[in-house]
C-alpha cells in the first residue's frame, strides 16, 4: 500500500484529488493540508510514500518546501501539480527535487500514469509540459521515423534487442543502431526515460509476452 498526502490551498481539489485516487486500491492518502508550514509536520505523521504538491501556498512556496522536504525526507517522492506552467518555475522545481511536474488542468488518467511512474523511480514531465520546455529552450529534434517509434514502444515494454530483432525480422546490430539514433534523438539516457517518453507520446505499454 503506498501512502500518499495532498498539499493545496484549495479544500475542493483535494476533495477531488482524493476521489481520483480512490479508484486504485493500492494507494491510501493518509494525509493532507493546505498549509506549507504544516507540511512536514503530516509527513511526519504519516510516513508518506509520494506527495501531491501544488506550489501555490501560504506559509511557504512550493518550490523551496520541496527543497525542504528533500532535505530531511529524501525517501519520499514529490509531484508537482500546479497550475503554474513557467519554463524557469519548472526547472526550479525539478532541481530542487521534485521527481515529477504536472499542470491541474490535465487529464486525470496522465495524473495516475503519472503518479505510477514516480512510484516506481522515474522522473516525468506531463506531455505539454515537455513540449512547451523544448519550443522554449529552441531545441530541434531530428524526427523519429516509423521504425524508430516501433521499437521505441518494444524497448519500453522490455523487449531486448534480441527479441526486437526476432519480433521485427532485423539484425541485432540493427536493432542497436535505431536504440543509439532514439536515445540521441530525444535525449533519453536509460531504459526508465524510453518508458517515461513512450507513455507521454501515447505508444501502447504492456508485457513483452502479451
Known amino acids: 500500500m503506498k501512502r500518499i498526502v495532498l498539499v493545496d490551498d484549495h479544500a475542493m481539489v483535494r476533495d477531488g484529488l482524493r476521489l481520483l485516487l480512490t479508484t486504485r486500491a493500492d494507494w491510501l492518502v493518509v494525509g493532507e493540508t493546505g498549509d506549507g508550514r504544516m507540511v512536514c509536520d503530516v509527513l511526519r505523521d504519516t510516513q508518506a510514500d509520494l506527495l501531491l504538491l501544488d506550489l501555490e501556498l501560504p506559509g511557504c512556496h512550493g518550490t523551496q518546501l520541496a527543497q525542504q522536504i528533500k532535505a530531511e525526507f529524501p525517501e519520499i517522492k514529490i509531484l508537482v501539480l500546479t497550475g503554474n506552467a513557467h519554463a524557469a518555475t519548472v526547472r526550479a522545481a525539478m532541481a530542487a527535487g521534485a521527481d515529477a511536474y504536472m499542470l491541474k488542468h490535465e487529464d486525470g488518467d496522465e495524473l495516475l500514469c503519472a503518479i505510477s511512474l514516480v512510484l516506481s523511480g522515474i522522473r516525468y514531465v506531463s506531455k505539454t509540459l515537455a513540449r512547451a520546455l523544448e519550443v522554449e529552450d529552441g531545441a530541434?529534434?531530428?524526427?523519429?521515423?516509423?521504425?524508430?517509434?516501433?521499437?521505441?514502444?518494444?524497448?519500453?515494454?522490455?523487449?531486448?534487442?534480441?527479441?526486437?530483432?526476432?519480433?521485427?525480422?532485423?539484425?541485432?546490430?540493427?536493432?542497436?543502431?535505431?536504440?543509439?539514433?532514439l536515445m540521441s534523438k530525444l535525449s533519453l539516457r536509460n531504459v526508465a526515460e524510453v518508458t517515461a517518453y513512450a507513455i507521454r507520446d501515447g505508444l501502447s505499454i504492456s508485457n513483452p509476452g502479451a
Open 140 to 181: 530541434t529534434v531530428a524526427p523519429i521515423t516509423a521504425r524508430e517509434k516501433e521499437i521505441l514502444a518494444l524497448v519500453a515494454n522490455g523487449y531486448s534487442s534480441q527479441q526486437i530483432a526476432d519480433k521485427l525480422n532485423l539484425s541485432v546490430l540493427t536493432v542497436r543502431k535505431h536504440r543509439q539514433n
